[in-house]
T-cell receptor, first 112, second 110 residues
Framework: DTAVSQTPKYLVTQMGNDKSIKCEQNLGHDTMYWYKQDSKKFLKIMFSYNNKELIINETVPNRFSPKSPDKAHLNLHINSLELGDSAVYFC???????????FGPGTRLLVL | GQQLNQSPQSMFIQEGEDVSMNCTSSSIFNTWLWYKQEPGEGPVLLIALYKAGELTSNGRLTAQFGITRKDSFLNISASIPSDVGIYFCAGHGGAGHLIFGKGTKLSVKP
């Protein structure tokens, strides 16, 4: 029944490693997003995909690479992880660019 | 870039009290959204506002889209312990993504 799901929920890894976070939505939405929430709970857009095409890339280091194999999935791959990448990453989806967004439960990334 | 100023940053209230929080912006937004985030969870949509001046209720929650399209408020009446969480206002940026306020952390004392 979960509308927007993310895996894993927790991710602890060493600096320099490469990791991926997966997101799936079963709402039939065309648009998916990745947001980053820092330690002060501030939420900021990272990427937006519409029909599998990248719409927004908000000054995110190119170590972060989103991949959308189909409209229901938007995965986030991170190369050469740094301490500052520690945060909660949320996936979201909407039926269109200006429509209401629904969020996943988040992936808590801790880089040691 | 576009920014949302949300206040207050935190609130400590007694169960049964009413709560009010607001967001302002220096630029116009076409929609205003209010989300609630509980610990360990993602933001959950509470109310969406699409027209200037619109006043919308969802149970004990009431939100309004300001006439100038640069502000919105959220009221919670007769607060209960499960209202605890962080409340975020958000508006759609130019490319459809959401711009969030910094959140209002609500604590309710039984």
């Amino acid at each position: 029944d979960t509308a927007v799901s993310q895996t894993p929920k927790y991710l602890v890894t060493q600096m320099g490693n490469d990791k991926s976070i997966k997101c799936e939505q079963n709402l039939g939405h065309d648009t998916m997003y990745w947001y980053k929430q820092d330690s002060k709970k501030f939420l900021k857009i990272m990427f937006s995909y519409n029909n599998k095409e990248l719409i927004i890339n908000e000054t995110v280091p190119n170590r972060f690479s989103p991949k959308s194999p189909d409209k229901a999935h938007l995965n986030l791959h991170i190369n050469s992880l740094e301490l500052g990448d520690s945060a909660v990453y949320f996936c979201a989806s909407s039926s269109g660019l200006e429509e209401t967004q629904y969020f996943g439960p988040g992936t808590r990334l801790l880089v040691l | 870039g576009q920014q949302l100023n949300q206040s207050p940053q935190s609130m400590f209230i007694q169960e049964g009290e009413d709560v009010s929080m607001n967001c302002t912006s220096s630029s116009i937004f076409n929609t205003w959204l209010w989300y609630k985030q509980e610990p360990g969870e993602g933001p959950v949509l509470l109310i969406a506002l699409y027209k200037a001046g619109e006043l919308t209720s969802n149970g004990r929650l009431t939100a309004q889209f300001g006439i100038t399209r640069k502000d919105s408020f959220l009221n919670i009446s007769a607060s209960i312990p499960s209202d605890v969480g962080i409340y975020f206002c958000a508006g759609h940026g130019g490319a459809g993504h959401l711009i969030f306020g910094k959140g209002t952390k609500l604590s309710v004392k039984p």
